[in-house]
């Protein structure tokens, strides 16, 4: 029974390091790691430098018919298991509303909301006892941002949709974890749209990649519904459940943020 890890968005920043920890066995005893991505160059990397088993899958998760290939070399694998999956793929576009291109908007809804989903309901049936899911949220998902209205919305439906899954799947012995880390300096940042408004956002500080990834694993290994790697972004968790929205927004044009 081949224990299997899948990782989204796995060729490069945060997904990269979540493959290097999990190579190095902080997800437990893992047999293969499933590394999905679009270049193909970024995943045979990954297949020369592991030392765990690694199965690389270049797709594009805006595609449907990526879920079915994955669903279905799952299906292929005698006693599959799957004992954790990532869901980390992403897209992020800065700005205005009426001025972020709708081709932008879809790109976003389709991997932050629609792929996630789409795995879980298609790696659950291969899932046991103590199986992990990781997905990536975002400290955009705390409070609803102005300039970055479809990517806080759609990280908070990570957040939401993971929390409630743990809550239902906490009795079989699977757990979800939300992790919801700063902005790292990754590829992400390379083409964030409204480059001026990235930079107001950004004003918060950023994290590093590996430490996040880290941070994440030992959450979901802990079953924990939430990882909040920064501590100061815990401050921030806290205090959007305490002050009104409108307060919020005032603060963060006070601190220069919006």
Same mark, same amino acid.
């Given at each position: ?88 793929? /992403? ?6 509303? %009426? #001025?972020?291109?709708?081709? +932008? &908007?879809?790109?976003?809804? $389709? *991997? ?92 918060? /500080? ?6 996040? %990834? #880290?941070?994440?694993?030992? +959450? &979901?290994?802990?079953?924990? $519904? *939430? ?32």
């Amino acid at each position: 029974m081949p224990s299997i890890a899948i990782v989204t968005g796995a060729s490069s920043g945060l997904g990269r390091e979540f493959v290097r920890r999990i190579d190095a066995g902080e997800a437990g005893p893992i047999d293969e790691i499933w590394v999905v991505a679009r270049r193909a160059e970024r995943l045979d990397s990954l297949v020369r430098t592991t030392s765990v088993t690694v199965r690389p899958f270049c797709m594009d998760l805006t595609d449907p018919v990526s879920f079915s290939i994955l669903e279905s070399a799952l299906s292929e694998t005698p006693a599959a298991s799957v004992s954790l999956l990532v869901n980390n793929a /992403g897209a992020g576009a800065f700005g205005s509303f %009426a #001025h972020i291109e709708r081709s +932008a &908007a879809d790109s976003m809804l $389709s *991997l932050l909301v629609k792929a996630p989903v789409e795995l879980i309901y298609r790696t659950l049936p291969f899932m046991r006892p103590g199986s992990r899911i990781v997905n990536v949220a975002s400290v955009a998902a705390f409070i609803p941002q102005p300039k970055l209205a479809v990517y806080s919305a759609c990280k908070r439906f990570v957040l939401d949709l993971s929390r409630s899954l743990d809550a239902e799947l906490g009795d079989a012995g699977i757990h979800v974890t939300a992790v919801c880390p700063k902005f790292m300096k990754t590829e992400f940042l390379d083409a964030p749209g409204d480059a001026a408004a990235a930079a107001k956002m950004c004003a918060i /500080g950023f994290e590093q990649a590996d430490d996040v %990834a #880290h941070a994440a694993l030992r +959450a &979901a290994n802990a079953g924990r $519904s *939430l990882c909040i790697p920064s501590c100061d972004m815990k401050a921030l968790y806290l205090a959007s459940h305490v002050l009104p929205y409108r307060a919020t927004v005032a603060i963060q044009r006070a601190l220069g943020i919006l």
